[in-house]
């Protein structure tokens, strides 16, 4: 460990969740935190998304002389850790993008794995919260998430599909609205697995880039699409690459259209008007 003198010049390391990405998606701190670190490592994508508004100079306008932009990769991920954790120490604040929340499947883990790993200890962390895919998308639907929810990553990189197949049912079984996450794997079988334990009739919703208008992945932009639990995967056209979730509601969940759209809607516990 340093000593408190040492420890004083350093700078800190910060995991940064800008949401969806777009600028009215971020938190005020997440932008004043990149926009004055002296390092900011993003990927090509989230350094676009940052520049639309000034986060981060345009891309014809240069670098800024106070600020470094290093691109980030999914197989550079250790070396920028270590990269990080040594500017921190010669004093330089450190952004470290991640997409949606840096909490929900997003890097916060990774720095702290490298640091328990390079034995870190000294290095302060800070993680910045972001809106992630399964509150954007919730928002874009109207209120369906307002009773008990969860998230469950259909992911088989670090896990066995007998461990995500026990959290499903274990989710569907305990009344939870699901937001599923990673759905390009395997999401028909988990929608088999759901399918085992909830009603055929219950509300789904297929989102693709919540919060992204037309910058996201999808060819198509952000999209919505309601369907029901028996019926989702007709729509595997609609499903699209990382920036899909699939929200499976439950038996109290209900489709509300006014004069403008359709709208999903779990009520927390059958509260009444008067209740508020």
Wanted: proline share 4%.
């Amino acid at each position: 460990m340093s000593d408190a003198n040492e420890a004083a010049d350093y700078g800190t390391l910060y995991v940064v969740g800008i949401g969806p990405g777009l600028p009215g998606g971020m938190t005020q701190r997440a932008k004043d935190v990149v926009r004055t670190a002296d390092c900011v490592v993003a990927s090509n994508l989230y350094q676009e998304f940052l520049r639309r508004d000034g986060t981060l100079p345009p891309a014809d306008a240069g670098e800024r002389p106070d600020q470094e932009v290093v691109r980030s990769t999914m197989g550079r991920q250790i070396e920028l850790a270590k990269e990080a954790f040594e500017r921190v120490r010669d004093g330089e604040d450190v952004a470290h993008v991640s997409g949606g929340d840096p909490n929900v499947y997003g890097k916060s883990d990774l720095v702290y794995l490298m640091a328990e790993e390079e034995a870190a200890y000294d290095v302060p962390i800070e993680i910045v919260p972001g809106v992630t895919a399964a509150l954007g998308g919730a928002a874009n639907l109207g209120a369906p998430l307002s009773n008990d929810f969860c998230t469950i990553s259909l992911s088989d990189k670090w896990r066995g599909w007998e461990e995500i197949e026990e959290k499903l049912r274990a989710a569907a079984i305990s009344g939870f609205v699901v937001v599923l996450y990673n759905c390009w794997r395997d999401y028909e079988r988990a929608i088999g697995v759901l399918r085992e334990e909830r009603a055929d009739d219950v509300p789904v919703a297929i989102i693709n880039d919540a919060g992204r208008g037309d910058a996201g992945r999808n060819t198509d932009g952000e999209t919505h699409t309601i369907t029901t639990l028996g019926s989702v995967t007709d729509h595997s056209g609609e499903v699209g690459g990382m920036g899909a979730s699939i929200l499976i509601g439950t038996d109290e969940t209900a489709v509300w259209e006014n004069d403008h759209r359709k709208h999903l809607v779990t009520p927390r516990g059958g509260r009444d008007v008067e209740d508020f």
